[in-house]
């Protein structure tokens, strides 16, 4: 995606007080967007069947946000309470009254957490989630095992990380970018880094794990997952949280030695993380939360300004511009 070529900016006035709203519907005013990867999916021909709709063209994006609501015809809603769901990218969205994101329970926990709003899109929201899940549903780490973590530094990546180092693992990430990699050594004490795109991965995993690795926690795919399942241990388990490396590309990579899958008895999983909040998002918040109080947990998020911003902020997290949870603070 191009900003200004394929993403318009427009500006509408819009009237709060006479805005119409039918029964059950509020207009909320945005307060901050979250940004992330699944996006990318999104930009495709509506024929195309995938987890979560295509964007349609000519009208507004959407994403998890947060915001004030302003306006309400709806029971048990008054105007100053938290807003947690999906929103457009924009400055207002109008609510309708059957909207469903999944992260809609989360408006009561903004209103009496001090934690920071914006961290109900990041390690207290989906991608938090998305690392406690996968860590636990699929990874089922065991104190002392080695876990290699990919896009380390990321929205997802160093909650992994960080809920692993807790569990007792030995944590090794990578990322492509030297700032992200002192921050994952000297902010998150993971055991052993490197910046993928300066250092041979082989080379590295050789050296950093040099009794192979348990976990695979894998959110790029493609030739890192290829050069994983050679140092995988047997009974290893690759968690298939994402492959962004091949969101954005035309020439998917073909990862050709499968066959270790069968020969080190593998398990391959992937998951999306909407079909957990049920029965997870209760202890994943009161864990989290407890975790984040004791000073056990770190965030790094990186807020863009303004809803015009967002366009370029985007494609940053497609080619790692992005150091930290993509988050657009709207105002
Ligand atoms: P991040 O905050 O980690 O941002 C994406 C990062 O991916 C970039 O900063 C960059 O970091 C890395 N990256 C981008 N392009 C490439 C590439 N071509 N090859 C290798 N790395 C690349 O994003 P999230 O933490 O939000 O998401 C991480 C992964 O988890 C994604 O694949 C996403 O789709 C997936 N995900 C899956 C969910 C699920 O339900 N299964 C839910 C949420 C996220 P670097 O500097 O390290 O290259």
Same mark, same amino acid.
């Given at each position: ?10 500006? @509408? ?26 996006? @990318?999916? %999104?930009? @495709?021909?509506?024929?195309? !069947? ?20 302003? %306006?309400?015809? =709806? ?24 909207? !469903? ?30 690392a406690y899940v996968g860590l636990n549903k699929i990874g089922k780490p065991k104190k002392g095992e080695t876990i290699f973590i990919t896009a380390a530094s990321g929205a997802v990546g160093q909650v992994v990380g960080q809920i692993a180092k807790i569990k007792g693992l030995r944590v090794i990430g990578s990322a492509g970018d030297d700032a992200k990699i002192k921050y994952l050594k000297e902010e998150l004490n993971f055991d052993g880094v490197f910046n993928y795109k300066t250092c041979n991965t082989d080379e590295k ?31 290893? @388990? ?54 984040? !109080?004791?000073? =056990?947990? %770190?965030? %790094? ?23 930290? !949870?993509?988050?657009? =603070?709207?105002?």
């Amino acid at each position: 995606p191009v900003p200004g070529e394929h993403m318009e900016f427009v500006t @509408r006035e819009i009237d709060i007080e006479n805005f119409p709203l039918a029964d059950g519907e509020i207009l909320v005013k945005n307060q901050y967007l979250s940004l992330d990867p699944y996006m @990318r999916g %999104k930009m @495709r021909h509506p024929s195309a !069947k995938s987890y979560s709709p295509a964007f349609e063209i000519g009208k507004v994006l959407d994403g998890r946000g947060i915001g004030i609501v302003v %306006k309400s015809n =709806k029971k048990d809603c008054q105007v100053g309470d938290y807003y947690a769901g999906l929103i457009g990218w924009e400055e207002y969205t109008h609510i309708l009254a059957n909207a !469903k994101s999944g992260i809609e329970s989360l408006a009561n926990e903004i209103t009496k957490s001090n934690a920071p709003k914006s961290y109900f899109l990041g390690i207290l929201g989906m991608p938090g989630l998305s690392a406690y899940v996968g860590l636990n549903k699929i990874g089922k780490p065991k104190k002392g095992e080695t876990i290699f973590i990919t896009a380390a530094s990321g929205a997802v990546g160093q909650v992994v990380g960080q809920i692993a180092k807790i569990k007792g693992l030995r944590v090794i990430g990578s990322a492509g970018d030297d700032a992200k990699i002192k921050y994952l050594k000297e902010e998150l004490n993971f055991d052993g880094v490197f910046n993928y795109k300066t250092c041979n991965t082989d080379e590295k995993l050789r050296e950093l794990c040099p009794n192979g690795i348990d976990i695979y926690f894998d959110n790029v795919g493609g030739e890192t997952l290829e050069t994983v399942l050679n140092h995988i241990n047997i009974f290893g @388990r690759v968690v298939a949280c994402g492959m962004i490396s091949q969101y954005n590309t035309k020439t998917p990579y073909g990862v050709k030695n499968l066959m270790q899958i069968v020969g080190k008895r593998l398990l391959i999983q992937g998951f999306i993380v909407s079909d957990h909040y049920q029965e997870m998002g209760e202890s994943f918040q009161k864990e989290m939360g407890e975790w984040l !109080k004791q000073g =056990k947990l %770190k965030y %790094k998020e990186d807020i863009v300004e303004g809803i015009q911003n967002a366009p370029e902020a985007f494609v940053n997290i497609l080619t790692g511009k992005n150091f930290g !949870k993509m988050v657009i =603070k709207i105002c």
